[in-house]
Every structure is written in C-alpha cells, then in structure tokens.
C-alpha cells in the first residue's frame, strides 16, 4: 500500500502508465513486494500488451516468483521470439528449479543469439543440475565461449568437418578464423562429447532484418541484429542519381521492429526526404551480402494516379457478348516454406479436381519461389515426375507478385485460379467458381468465402477462426446448397483464392512486383486496373474455401502492408474508401445468414438429446451471466442443447452454449427476420424458455415467447421489472425504501430510467403479466421473494439458492473445502489492518461508502486499508487517497486465490442496494473472511443465517464505520456489539 507523504497532492493514477510508473518508483525505493503488486494491476489494466507483460514477467522475477516469471514471458514470447525475452525465459526457470525447460531455453539461445554475459552463471548451474559436460556460445563478431570444463581447458570446434583446436585462449574464450562465417556446419565438442549450444546458427547469428517504408516526406525504415541488438547493422542506399552512400543510423523507439526487438526495445531507424533521392527509378537499401531489406527496392517515381471512388472513368472495353468458355484452366500455387501446409493445400486440390464433373481440363502449377525446405523441394519434385503438377523453380525468392507472374506469362486464352498454398479446398469448389465467372458479362474475377479473408470471411468478417479439413467439407457443401449460384459484387478479389477469367486477364495484364515487391496489395493494384476497365469483381456465395491465413512474412508482415497500401492508395486514390463503403453496406450479410442458418438446421438434425431450451439474458458480465452459464452447463448435462439469446440494436444475438459447437452466432432483425428465427427454434426442437433478463431486449423477447408457444421460466436477478433504475437506489445515493408510486416517478424524473420503460405502473403491470404467464418464477432469495411480492402477490415465488452456503458449517470449514492458494504479487502486509472488497464496484455496490472509508481513514491517519479485488467504477479517486488498492479485473477461477493472496482481516461488502444474492460474499468467505456488510437484502440474510460476519445499520456515519471495522478486525470473532446510526 503506498504510504502518503505531507504535502502529496494525489496518489498513484488510475491507468495502466501510471501503475507502471508507481511500481518503478517503489522499485527504485527498495519496496519490492510492493512493486509487484503494482505490476500486477498494470497487467490486469492492459492483458494483452507485450511490454506490460514483459515488464510484469521482469517484476515477478526480481520478487523471486520463477514460475510466475516464465509463465508471463512465455505469453509475451507467443506473440514473437526476441533475445531479452528468451534470456529472462531462462533465468525465470533456473530460480523456479525447472532445470530441463532451462537446458533446452539456454541451447536455443546459445545457438541463435550466443553469448550474454548475464548468462554465464545459469549455464554453469544447468549443466551442473543436468549432469552435462558443459556449455558454450558463439557470439556473432567470432568469439566462442565457454564454461563447465576443466581449468585451461578449451573446446575442439569443428568447422564443415575440420577440426580447430584453440592455441592460445584465456581459458574462458577465444576468437574462431574468419573462416568460420564461410562454414555450414559448426560443432563444438569437449572429448568428443557435445556442449550445451554446441551448433551455433550462423545465420540467425549474422541475422539482419528490418523494413522500408515510404510517407509523404520521404523513405523510412528500420534495421535490427536480434543476436546484436546493440550494434548498428551495417546497410547502403543505392539509386540512380546518387549513387551508393550509407544512411544515418539512430536508435529509434516504436519504430515498428517491436515483434523482433522486443516490447519496448529501440532498433536502427534512418530515412531519406525524397529530394536527397532520384526522381524516378529505384531506391535499394541492401546489406552487404546483397539482400535487400523487406520493402526495397522502393518505387521513387509512380505512374499517374488515377481515381476509384467515390467517381471514377472507366475505360469499358469489355466484351460486349459473353465469350465462350476457356477450355483450359489453370490452377497456379506459388510456394515457399511450409511443407506440411503446403501439401495438405495441394492434396486437397488434387481430390477435389479429380471429382469434378465440368469438361474444362484443369492443369496443377506450382511455381518454387526458392524453398529453403530442402525436403519440400524434393516433394515437389516427386509430384512433377509423376505428373501431378506442372513445377517451376525460381533460383533466388522474387516473391508472391513475379512468382504469380511466372505462371501467367504463358497463360493467355486460359482462365487462371491463385491459390496460396495455405489453403484447403472441397469439392465442388472450382466448378462452382467457374459457373459464377460465366454468369455476367463483365465479371472478371471470382473469390469464395472463407475463414480468414478479411471482408469475405464467414460467419463474421472482423473474427477470422482456424478451420481443418473436415470443416472445410462440411462448411462448402452448406455453401453449395445454401448460395449456389448466387454472386455478390465486392470492390476487390482477395489473392488467397483468386479466379480471373481469361479476357480480363488478357486486357488487364500481369502483376505488378516493381511495385509489390515480395507481396501485399498486388491482387488489389490489378483488381483496380480490372476496375478501371470495365471488370466487376464478385463472390462465388456458394464456394468456401479454408484459409490458414496471416503466416507469410513473418514479423515484417506489418510494414509490407504499411508500405503496399501507401503505393496502393497513391496509384488509385479512393480505394481505402471503396473498401469501407463495402464494409458499411455489407451486400454479404444476406449470403453469409443464409449459410449460417443452414448449418444450424443441419446441426439441428444431429443434435439429438431432449430438445432445445432457449435462455434470453442481457449482453454483460456479472452475476447474470454466472447464472447463465451455469444454467447452460446444467442443460447440457440433462442432455439438452442450450441456446443463449443476447440483445443485438436491431433485434437479436443467438448463439450455441455447447462448447466447440459448429453453429456459428446468428443476428436476427426484430421484427424483420423474426419468422427465421421462429423457424429455426422450432427446428431444433426448443421445449423451454428461461428468460433471465431484459436489459437491452425492450418488448423484444416478451413478443418472441408469444409466437414461441412454449413454456417458460422467469428466473429474477435483480428489481428491473418493478424499478426503473433496477437497484432500488434513489437520489440519496442509497436503498430507497421503496417509497410509493409518486416517490418513484420523482427518482425516475431525476435519474432516468435504465430499462425501456419510464413509467412506473406501466413497468410494474407488464411485469405482472409476465410473472403470471409464467410456468415458473425463481428467486434467489426469500428476500427476493417476499420484495416483489409486495407489488405482484399473486405469484408463487420459487425460491432456489444460487450457491450452497451450508450454514452448518463454521467460516473454517467452509474456508476448508477450497484448495486455491494464496495468489502472490498483492500488496505485502503492513501494521495496518486490512479490509478486503471483492467484485466490481460501481455506485450501487458501494462506490461512495468506499471513498468516504478510505479518506475519513486518510484524514484521520487511522490503521486502516482496504484492498479492491477487482476494479471500480472510479479507481482514480479511491487510489488519490492512499489508502486503497486496487487489483484490476480478474477471471472468475481467480478469485479466491487473490482474496487469499489479499491477507486480510475482515471482508467488506459495501452494496447499498439490496442484493439479490451476491457471489462475491461467498468468495469471501472462500477465503476465510469474516464479513462485514448493511443489514440490507439477501447479503444480511445470508450473514445471518451463517453467523459468518455481522451487519451494520445502513447510513452508519463513516467514521463509526471505520472505527467499527477497525475493531472487528482486531477482535478476530464473529460478536459484535450493538451498532446504531447517529440521526
């Protein structure tokens, strides 16, 4: 917990900078527990950011949290290797003991990024632990190092074969010939025996990657060594004006190279305005073996722009009759790395074809963009012998644009397919695709659906999904049914699966990679040439075509799609517009509903078990979800199949609560789409609906029940159907009393209504009639229960628990039955005593009890501090104080670690509302807390009823508040004294 200082404005901020900020401060004072606890809150601001993890992972190793330590890298380093992350992947598992992740973590590094001084000491306790002859690592300027052998002793290294023995060394290293940068194969034994990082990576370790980009100004770019991330990579910039010259290097931050580099670790930049440069031809930014940087060589001079959209002037100069079909097809799959992928792509292109029942002859090429796979190249080698494909073979990687191009160059009169080689194809797919081709005029390229294929993916274009083959047959046997022969024109093709058809590739021409360089953007500069012409281009509706999508590249794939789009958007201005006029009139969505709906169906047939129930809820977290998910579970395990119904702002969001289940989310327009979605519940055989909330749905699901004629339950979670605010919290800030009708109008004209409704009576009889039709009305609580009798008496309320609170049991016995351990990386304990709060806490759940606590404890410097685990509806204010901290959100599974991991002495459940049940109070008790809350709602009578706390009078003045919870703590039983408000 900090600790105020006289004359300090404000405490630590509320976001994730500022708890970074904090913890390097509490660092830098030796506080380091306290650090930590710091860190953790920013990682929970912010859990998918690479530095803030990284600097977690950092944190939790300098509190001597090993495991924790490599379990945060290891998330950071999913999302890209790089050498600081690896290094600390290894410390982290050295002081966590796990001595075999160690070994193999230290030969990696050893053999790709060599030596690191920091390292020397670990590698001597791996080997020692893991009984190896001992360790050495190349560092990439030639020295070789090493360490666990005998005194004076030195390794043999073994260059292709040769062996060299050090003359002279220092017994710790020594510096290899210069020949060493020539050898292939590198070995480094001690009596013949290997070490640990024995075959260093000459070419990770000489590694140089980077990226150029053109802006406005000029040329930028970046360069990185990953083994020497300190030393400048040597480059030149080359064209036709000025010759060769060596561009400045600076050290850069967030320069793009952060996937390689690191999170937050600077690379090389430099950059050339463009009058430093040639006015026309190209710019080549090399290494000194030739190579050039991703990017380069950079087009200086492009040609003369020309508009897109919103206007634009066609060049028509298409057929006015449609051309017969090409009697020839051509099937081309450029091919680089990946063997695996690579022949499942192409096995399934060779079922496929071999099933077609279209006359067109079908001809397989593969073009070998210079595979680094030798055993790749070889299996292509075997497929052209036997005359499965047409092969060739580029001598250096040209990259996607000129490897299409090589198959294209001899291609005239037929129509051509792009295929990656990422992708999975079933039958029926080039047939269809070749129908819809030959359906108008003036279609000049073809595109299936996919996966992953940004606007033309399906269910949903913004959420690309991994897909296998069996899906992929399944999915385009539905397309083929749903959509056959149905087209939607779209702005551009997308190259990962491309048909264009033979004149308009005759009249368009070839890619062009003196601009795309080694790829991105090049099938869209032809789709607008296409465009300019004349050519549509469209979706074959009825073909999906499964695509692994995003792995070309690598880590430069960023700045090749920076640097293409900015060519792209020059050469044809508009186009960024005419792809998001696409994507905001979406002519897909009817296809891709249809297709959703048809899988639905089928899966409805398959279902089997005892029908369907259907659970409508509102669209957020919280109890109601918790509830809902358990429903969905316990309706699983009966054999039923639950469907969950959100609200969406046109209708409805129904989707399959049956883990991996195959049917995607499903949007409904209300009440446009409602006879489909009446359909598709009577389709797969619904019996029951659970209604849990109608937050965000208005009359919506109420409406839907009446058409449904079928039973249902009403199961209540909180007061929306008789208080327009839902809680029962008026102006005051607190429980309102329920006052009468007028009372409520007054709070609703002061504070609005969160439902659909604003009148009161109006809320309460339609919740009347709703309660009354229903088969069953669940409460939580008798609280509940006896509460909405007041305004519906005429209802028999089922009481059902949401948990059982086993009030037989003491606070210990019931602490007993959870094994979770105290979660580390929370505030140390200090002299204070420590309140603990739980959940997400918003006005009404205590907001401003909570505030008033902790800067009456401030002012007063009382004993007292209260941890937050989880977070608040205003963090900043409560941490301003000093006195509070604040975890930030966490998984529901984590709960009582971090309530345990909190140490308290008491719990808090601050809520002035009352509670229908509340789940945090058994997460409390869960960890062994006693609890203090208002005698208000099912949290008092829950208290009560297990003697596992104790209540206070609701409007109890703070400082009584404090000084009651002081003593509370401090008494370390659950008796208490009388407490009374002061009036």
Request: glycine share 10%.
């Amino acid at each position: 917990m900090p600790q105020r200082e006289a004359g300090v404005a404000a405490g630590p901020g509320a976001d994730v900078v500022d708890a970074m900020r904090h913890a390097r401060h509490l660092a830098e004072q030796g506080q380091h527990g306290l650090a930590l606890a710091w860190m953790e809150r920013a990682a929970r601001l912010a859990p998918t950011d690479r530095g803030v993890l990284y600097a977690l992972a950092a944190a939790r190793l300098g509190a001597g949290d090993g495991t924790g330590a490599a379990n945060a890298v290891e998330t950071v380093m999913a999302m890209g290797e790089f050498r600081a992350g690896l290094r600390l992947q290894v410390l982290a598992h050295c002081v966590a003991r796990a001595w075999a992740q160690a070994a193999r973590l230290l030969g990696r590094f050893f053999t790709c990024y060599g030596f690191d001084p920091a390292l020397r000491i670990p590698a001597g306790l791996v080997c020692q632990h893991m009984t190896l002859r001992g360790w050495c690592a190349l560092e990439p300027d030639g020295v070789l190092h090493w360490g666990g052998l005998p005194d004076g002793c030195a390794p043999d290294v073994i260059l292709d074969g040769q062996v060299w023995t050090p003359r002279r060394h220092d017994g710790l290293c020594v510096t290899l010939p210069r020949y060493w940068r020539q050898a292939h194969d590198i070995v480094v034994q001690y009596d013949g025996i290997s070490l640990l990082g024995a075959r260093p990576d000459r070419a990770e370790l000489l590694h140089v990657t980077g990226a150029v980009m053109p802006d406005a100004q000029g040329m930028t770019g970046w360069a990185f060594m990953p083994a020497q991330p300190d030393q400048p990579p040597v480059l030149s910039v080359s064209d036709d004006a000025y010759g060769r010259r060596s561009p400045v290097l600076s050290r850069q931050w967030g320069a793009g190279g952060d996937d390689i580099a690191g999170p937050g670790a600077p690379v090389w930049g430099f950059g050339m305005a463009w009058a430093d440069l040639a006015p026309q031809g190209m710019v080549h930014v090399a290494l000194p073996d030739g190579r050039q940087l991703t990017g380069a060589p950079l087009p200086v001079c492009l040609p003369r722009a020309r508009q897109v959209f919103p206007t634009m002037r066609r060049r028509v100069r298409i057929p006015a009759h449609m051309p017969p079909r090409a009697a020839r097809c051509r099937v081309v799959i450029p091919v680089y790395a990946n063997r695996v992928r690579t022949l499942a792509c192409l096995n399934s292109v060779f079922d496929t074809l071999a099933r077609r029942s279209d006359g067109t002859v079908t001809e397989i090429m593969v073009v070998d963009d210079a595979t680094p796979e030798p055993a790749l190249a070889l299996a292509l080698d075997d497929l052209a012998e036997a005359g499965r494909i047409s092969l060739r073979r580029h001598d250096a990687n040209l990259g996607y644009p000129a490897a299409v191009n090589t198959a294209l160059s001899d291609a005239d009169g037929m129509d051509v397919v792009l295929l990656n080689s990422d992708t999975l194809l079933a039958p029926g797919w080039l047939d269809e695709m070749l129908r819809v081709a030959y359906m108008r005029i003036d279609t000049g390229t073809v595109s299936p659906l996919s996966n992953d294929a940004s606007i033309l993916t399906w269910p949903e274009p913004e959420a690309p999904w991994p897909c296998d083959m069996e899906t992929v047959h399944r999915i385009m046997a539905a397309s083929l049914h749903a959509n056959g022969g149905q087209d939607v024109e779209i702005p551009t093709a997308h190259g990962f699966c491309m048909l264009v058809r033979h004149d308009c590739l005759r009249q368009t021409g070839l890619f062009r990679p003196e601009f795309y360089g080694r790829g991105y953007g090049e099938e869209n500069d032809f789709s607008m040439r296409a465009r300019l012409a004349g050519w549509r281009h469209r979706v074959a509706a009825g073909v999906f075509v499964g695509h692994v999508g995003g792995v070309s590249f690598g880590a430069q794939r960023r700045a090749l799609q920076q640097r293409n789009l900015w060519i792209l958007n020059r050469l044809f201005p508009g186009y960024d517009a005419l792809v998001q006029a696409h994507i905001a009139a979406d002519p897909l969505a009817a296809a891709r509903q249809r297709l959703s709906l048809l899988v639905w169906h089928r899966a409805a047939r398959q279902m089997g078990g005892d029908g369907a129930v259907l659970l409508a809820t509102h669209a957020g977290t919280g109890g109601v979800a918790r509830v809902v998910a358990h429903r969905v579970r316990e309706w699983g395990k009966a054999g039923c199949s639950p469907l969950v119904l959100e609200p969406a702002a046109d209708g409805f969001l129904l989707r399959d609560g049956r883990q991996a289940s195959p049917c995607p989310a499903l949007h409904f327009a209300w009440p446009a789409q409602g006879d489909a979605l009446v359909a598709l519940l009577r389709a797969v055989g619904l019996r029951l609906v659970e209604v849990h909330h109608h937050l965000g749905h208005g009359a919506r699901v109420r409406d839907l029940c009446a058409r449904l004629d079928v039973p249902y339950d009403r199961h209540v979670h909180d007061y929306a159907g008789i208080c327009p605010r839902i809680t029962l919290v008026g102006p005051a800030g607190r429980y309102c009393g329920e006052p009468d009708v007028a009372g409520c109008r007054a709070c609703v004209d002061a504070l609005g209504s969160l439902v659909d409704e604003t009148d009161v009576d109006r809320l309460r009889s339609i919740t009347a009639c709703e309660l009354a039709g229903a088969r069953r009305v669940i409460v939580p609580s008798a609280d509940v229960a006896s509460r909405l009798a007041r305004y519906v008496p005429d209802v028999p309320y089922e009481i059902s628990a949401l948990e059982h609170d086993s009030p037989g049991l003491s606070l210990h016995q019931f602490a007993a039955a959870c094994a979770d351990r105290p979660a580390i990386g929370l505030p140390p304990r200090n002299d204070r005593c420590r309140v603990v709060v739980a959940g997400g806490i918003g006005p009404d759940k205590g907001h401003g009890i909570m505030l008033a606590a902790a800067r009456d404890a401030q002012a007063r410097d009382l004993p007292l501090e209260f941890i937050v685990v989880g977070h608040t509806s205003d963090d900043a204010a409560l941490l301003e104080t000093g006195r509070v901290f604040i975890t930030g959100r966490y998984e529901g599974e984590e709960a009582v670690s971090l309530l345990r991991g909190a140490a308290g002495d008491v719990g808090f459940v601050p809520s002035i509302c009352p509670e229908t049940w509340c789940f945090t109070l058994t997460q409390l008790w869960r960890a062994g807390l006693r609890c203090v809350a208002f005698d208000l709602g099912a949290v008092a009578a829950r208290i009560r009823a297990t003697g596992r706390g104790t209540c206070l009078p609701l409007g109890l003045p703070v400082h009584q508040l404090n000084t009651f919870l002081l003593s509370y703590a401090r008494a370390g039983h659950p008796a208490m004294a009388s407490v009374h408000p002061l009036i």
